[in-house]
């Protein structure tokens, strides 16, 4: 499966934005997906995931304004970034795994597919 995310761009505090990441082929409803992030100088971190199409999950510094959806029909996952912040500024990746677990949804590791990235720039 090839990810392709976009929607990006340079926003000021408080705006919101929505990020969109294309499969290239259908995914099964027990894949899950996911999104990370990684700013400048920092390690990639957890940001959302929709677990096998039936519960979504959330970092701790995105719940609450963050909402992660996907329409399996068009092979689509988005990521609603709504209240944004400068400190939410980094290049934001989709990720796909068909064998993660729910004690791992978090780590880098178990997904085996990723976008290439779209910059999310929050200016103050």
């Known amino acids: 499966v090839q990810l392709q995310a976009s929607g990006g761009g340079l926003v000021q505090a408080g705006d919101s934005l929505r990020l969109s990441c294309a499969a290239s082929e259908r995914t099964s409803t027990t894949t899950t997906m996911a999104w990370f992030r990684q700013a400048p100088g920092k390690e990639r971190e957890f940001v959302a995931a929709n677990f096998r199409n039936a519960r979504n999950y959330y970092g701790d510094s995105v719940k609450g304004r963050f909402t992660i959806s996907r329409d399996n029909a068009k092979n689509m996952v988005y990521l609603q970034l709504n209240s944004l912040k400068p400190e939410d500024t980094a290049i934001y990746y989709c990720?796909?795994?068909?064998?993660?677990?729910?004690?791992?949804?978090?780590?880098?590791?178990?997904?085996?597919?990723w976008g290439q990235g779209t910059q999310v720039t929050v200016s103050s």
């Open positions: 990720a796909a795994s068909t064998t993660v677990i729910l004690s791992t949804i978090r780590t880098l590791g178990p997904y085996s597919y």
